[in-house]
């Protein structure tokens, strides 16, 4: 199980975010979870589990809606929350040398990660980082909703995961859905760097450099990488 991408990739990391809204370069990531994936002796292992919450800039908030979504309040950034320039030092480490970099709606996570890096970090570390987004995949094999909780059920795997709107929870789930994606058709190399949008809206926020962005319909009659 994903020969093909190991055959390339020292190592895989999956991660996720929660965040106080949807606008990238304002709202500010409150929860940060990743899990690196290796192959040793011939197993797929994973070798780290991180799951950190984010102390907010100064004036920061959180609303009430994505408090009630995630169970994350103000309090719990203030007393256990991490300060964001440490989080940064442990992104560099997670993602340094030969590491792709995977997430289910790729594009959301990555653009969160960028402006974190560009105002606390050094964005500079995600260059030459391969990328893929399973969100992409999945709506390419199954027809709407696309969301991980439909991939979760498709996938048969509500027993063995939880998605729950915090990041340490959806990660592990992302994990598995992986796995479940390369067992079901072993084509997720050709996915790297390919991401898909909806043609209705395009690209939300600003592209990614290194990634190639194609219309997605929701029942697409071919591959995305061959269309």
């Known amino acids: 199980m994903l020969d093909i991408l190991f055959a390339k990739y020292d190592r895989l990391m999956l991660f996720d975010t929660e965040t106080t809204g949807l606008i990238f370069n304002r709202d500010e990531i409150i929860e940060f979870a990743a899990v690196v994936v290796e192959k040793q002796n011939g197993q797929i292992v994973v070798t780290q589990e991180y799951d950190e ?3 907010l800039s100064p004036g920061g908030f959180v609303p009430p809606l994505i408090q009630n ?9 203030r007393e256990k929350g991490i300060p964001k320039t ?13 590491t792709l970099l995977l997430a289910y709606n790729a594009h959301f996570d990555l653009s969160f990660l960028y402006y974190l890096l560009l105002r606390d970090g050094d964005p500079t570390i995600l260059k030459g980082k391969d990328k893929l987004d399973l969100l992409t995949v999945y709506k390419d094999r199954h027809s709407y909703p696309h969301k991980l909780c439909n991939a979760i059920e498709v996938y048969d795997l509500a027993g063995k995961v939880v998605n729950s ?6 990660v ?12 079901e058709k072993a084509d997720l190399e050709r996915y ?13 926020g600003k592209p990614i450099g290194t990634v190639t962005y194609k219309p997605q319909k929701f029942d697409p009659p071919a591959p995305l990488y061959e269309m």
Request: hydrophobic residues 45%; contains cysteine.
């Open 53 to 55: 919450l984010i102390a």
């Open 165 to 170: 709107h915090r990041a340490v929870d959806d």
């Open 86 to 98: 440490r989080l940064c030092c442990d992104i560099a480490r997670m993602v340094a040398g030969n």
């Open 192 to 204: 790297v760097n390919l991401f898909g949008y909806n043609p209705k809206y395009g690209v939300e």
């Open 69 to 77: 979504l995630t169970g994350i309040s103000n309090e719990d950034l």
């Open 172 to 183: 592990l789930a992302t994990v598995e859905v992986m796995k479940a994606m390369e067992a």
